[in-house]
C-alpha cells in the first residue's frame, strides 16, 4: 500500500524558512516523478516544484523560483521542499506528491499525479 507523510510544516515570519519533508513507502520510489503542491482555500491546487527520476532535475512555477528548492534522496525514499525567503503569499497547505505514469516529470504540471500525502500547514506573517 502507497503511503506518502508529509512533516516540517509550521509558522514563520516572512523572510524566513522552512523545510518541508515527505517519506514515501509502499512504492519503487527511484521510478517516480515527485512533485510538491500547494493549495489555499478557495483556490485550485497549484503545483510548485517537480523533480525528475533519474538526476533529480528540479522545474518550478514562477511563484517560487529561486526561493524554493526541491530535493530526493532515492535511499531514503524521501523528497523535500527547502523555502527560503518566504512570504505570506506563500501560506498554504503543502503536499507531496508522486506517479510513476508520467513520460516526463513537468506533467505534474498539468494534470494530477496519482498519489497524494495528506499534506502539512505552513503560515507565513507579515
Known amino acids: 500500500q502507497v503511503h506518502l507523510a508529509e512533516s516540517g510544516g509550521g509558522s514563520v515570519q516572512a523572510g524566513g524558512s522552512l523545510t518541508l519533508s515527505c517519506v514515501f513507502s509502499?512504492?519503487?520510489?527511484?521510478?517516480?516523478?515527485l512533485a510538491w503542491f500547494r493549495q489555499t482555500p478557495g483556490n485550485e491546487r497549484e503545483a510548485v516544484a517537480t523533480?525528475?527520476?533519474?538526476?533529480?532535475?528540479?522545474v518550478y512555477s514562477d511563484s517560487v523560483k529561486g526561493r524554493f528548492t526541491i530535493s530526493r534522496n532515492n535511499a531514503a525514499n524521501t523528497l523535500y521542499l527547502q523555502m527560503n525567503t518566504l512570504k505570506p503569499e506563500d501560506t498554504a497547505l503543502y503536499y507531496c506528491a508522486a506517479d510513476d505514469t508520467f513520460a516526463v516529470c513537468v506533467e505534474a504540471f498539468a494534470r494530477d499525479p496519482a498519489y497524494w500525502g495528506p499534506g502539512t500547514q505552513v503560515t507565513v506573517s507579515s
Open positions: 523533480i525528475s527520476r533519474v538526476g533529480g532535475v528540479p
Open positions: 509502499g512504492l519503487n520510489f527511484a521510478n517516480y516523478c
